[in-house]
């Protein structure tokens, strides 16, 4: 049943709720929790409302729909009439991209669907509600535009002055103040990896292979692969360099990075970095691979 021309709090509908985070940190899975258990309550509090279930997306960015399966399968429904109304917090849980915004509140419509933006007071019932969502749209779009220039500008600017930046699980070292330090134990692993590899005798898959028959592990007990042993061997922080931007994203909108020719990677000898083998050998293991 549409509600134009009356209150959506005031007629019977069917009314499912959209919620999203943006990681899968705890605390932002405990917010979605009380996101689904908010939505539940208010929908069960209307007497003129029938719950229609709800959808969720889990550590999806809002810039556009892309990836995001059950904003996706709540339209599909929704085209097939298992709801009335949609209701989500606020334009940026559910599209910051104004061209998303309004193609899927438009086509909701024609299949007499309303979304209703709680925190921005935004029904698409409503004869304004384009105009209005036209309007906090482009604000949504901007802030999240904003957001990005601002983290890519400082972590290019960490890069560049050297700051140390990432967790802290380069096997081989502990990150302390800013500081790597050599885990001689760990250290130990690695030089037998660089000088088996640089003898020749044997490949990278052939030493990994070995390393977990002798019970050799990662951290965590992980067992080291090719692969594992392949970024070993291409990372120049084992020689006391320091490696920055080796990875990109096109732009804001796009959360894919991909791999910087190595002519633009930021290289150089870094006192915070202790060399766990020599330049010499380093440059010997990576000209083999």
Not at 179 to 194: H, K, M, Q
Not at 222 to 239: C, V, W
Request: hydrophobic share 35%.
């Amino acid at each position: 049943m549409q509600a134009q021309g009356r209150s959506i709090f005031d007629t019977d509908l069917a009314v499912a709720y959209y919620a999203r985070v943006s990681t899968d940190k705890d605390e932002q899975i405990n917010s979605l929790s009380n996101q689904k258990r908010y939505f539940e309550d208010c929908i069960a509090e209307n007497p003129h409302w029938t719950f229609a279930g709800g959808y969720v997306d889990e550590g999806i960015s809002g810039t556009s729909v892309e990836g995001r399966e059950q904003f996706l399968k709540m339209i599909e429904d929704a085209k097939r009439g298992t709801f009335d109304l949609i209701i989500t917090k606020e334009i940026s849980r559910f599209a910051r991209n104004t061209l998303d915004s309004l193609r899927y509140t438009r086509e909701l419509l024609r299949f007499g669907v309303g979304v209703y933006f709680q925190n921005d007071n935004i029904n698409t019932f409503d004869k304004d509600a384009e105009l209005r969502l036209t309007i906090m749209s482009s604000i949504a779009q901007d802030e999240v535009r904003k957001l990005s220039e601002r983290t890519r500008f400082g972590f290019k600017r960490a890069q560049k002055n050297s700051v140390l930046l990432g967790q802290n699980n380069l096997f081989g070292y502990n990150k302390t103040d800013g500081r790597l330090e050599i885990i001689e134990p760990e250290a130990a692993i690695v030089r037998e990896v660089f000088e088996r590899y640089t003898a020749g005798e044997l490949g990278l898959r052939a030493i990994a292979n070995d390393l977990d028959r002798r019970g050799i592990r990662g951290r965590q007990g992980r067992p080291f692969h090719y692969s594992t042993l392949y970024g070993m061997i291409r990372n120049p922080k084992y020689k006391g360099c320091y490696a920055g931007r080796r990875y990109a994203s096109r732009d804001y909108r796009d959360k894919r990075s991909y791999r910087l020719s190595e002519d633009k990677w930021l290289v150089h000898e870094d006192d915070r970095i202790p060399a766990i083998v020599s330049e010499a050998l380093w440059e010997q293991a990576n000209r083999r691979l």
